[in-house]
């Protein structure tokens, strides 16, 4: 799922909010419908599923639409929710990892010895059967398996970076980490992700 490089306007965002606030239900609905599919694609990002990406986007609205009254505004209606939406997603991951032994790279160890960077939990799309595009697809299932094998922590960073678009400033912000962490770990995810695709895109 690719993202359009276009950010909803703030000033569009804060009329939704106000319209909000003054119980106007169908502004927030407009919120969600512009919201949804990038807040989706943050949380399959960090989780790796899609079942559980959707139920964490759901929750994020919900809280959300609840906390309103405690949206300052001193930053980006985008950016709030996208922060709700990440601490939502790491609070689902830590129950998964609860609920079964999973296997999770750990940056200070080779990274050849890490399992769960050949794996991936995003199941194949259904769409046309030609080679190439099955091969893509495959690909990606990879990609998505070498993001799944990073440590939640420098997951998040990577994606907030590297697909959400954010300042390493916002990220810290984010994250409640000195900017300074945020591109060490961004650096490193990197490196992990560059190691970890070299070896399962070559596996074609």
Known sequence: ?????K???????????????????S?????VKKHQTRMFTLAFRVLGNQEDAGE?????????Y??????????AFTTWLTTITVNLARNRLQQMVSRRSREVCSLDDPIPGCGECNKANDPPSAGPSALELLEREEIRQ????????????????L????VEEY???EIGTMLSLAEGTVKSRIARAREAIRACLKRVVGEF
């Open 66 to 75: 609840r906390g309103l009254g405690k949206f300052r505004g001193d930053a």
């Open 142 to 157: 990879r990609v998505q398996g070498c993001i799944n094998g990073l440590e939640p922590g420098f997951r998040e960073a």
């Open 27 to 31: 502004a927030f609905e407009t919120l």
């Open 167 to 169: 300042s390493y400033g």
């Open 159 to 162: 994606v907030l970076r590297d």
């Open 7 to 25: 950010r909803l306007l703030p000033d569009e965002d804060a009329e939704l909010v106000a319209s909000c606030r003054a119980g106007d239900l």
């Open 1 to 5: 799922m690719i993202r359009s490089k």
């Open 56 to 64: 964490v986007v759901q929750d994020a609205f919900v809280s959300a």
